[in-house]
């Protein structure tokens, strides 16, 4: 066969086509590892408040319950908003102690991540701020808030 003229062999691939293809797969793999690399943040600890801190964060947090009351007794206010706002203050005021994202945990995450005196108290709000009607006053709710908020030491 090698000496019929009319056959050709087959032809080689340049060389520039085998480091082609390397660098092709190679970027590949960075891309991939780039995607699937871990570049969370790591979980907030828990922050070490100064009794300062937790002072001004109770007191600020106090005036903005006798706020919401406030609105409500004025008018301003519906009852089932307010009970919500309560509930927000309450978990606001354990995630800026805490570190925990309170804002965005049940009831039973609560628990489970020690902050009982948060728990009792937004467990008293739930009924009002959730159930489709509520035998519960605002006032009564803006005491629970305040139990769990002068109850964190």
Request: charged share 15%; aromatic share 10%.
């Amino acid at each position: 066969m090698q000496d019929n003229p009319g056959f050709l062999g087959p032809l080689q691939y340049q060389g520039h086509w085998l480091w082609l293809g390397l660098l092709l797969m190679l970027l590949v793999a960075a891309w991939y590892a780039w995607v699937f690399w871990p570049v969370r943040a790591k979980p907030p600890g828990k922050k070490s408040n100064t009794t300062a801190d937790v002072a001004a964060l109770r007191a600020a947090c106090l005036r903005a319950i006798d706020a919401v009351v406030a609105d409500v007794d004025a008018g301003r206010l519906p009852e089932r908003e307010a009970h919500q706002q309560l509930s927000m203050l309450v978990r606001g005021f354990a995630a800026s102690v805490t570190g925990h994202p309170a804002t965005t945990m049940t009831l039973h995450d609560l628990s489970e991540q020690g902050l009982e005196p948060f728990t009792a108290g937004i467990a008293g709000i739930y009924p009002a701020e959730f159930g489709p009607t509520t035998d519960r006053t605002v006032g009564e709710s803006a005491v629970a808030a305040r139990g769990a908020v002068e109850a964190w030491s």
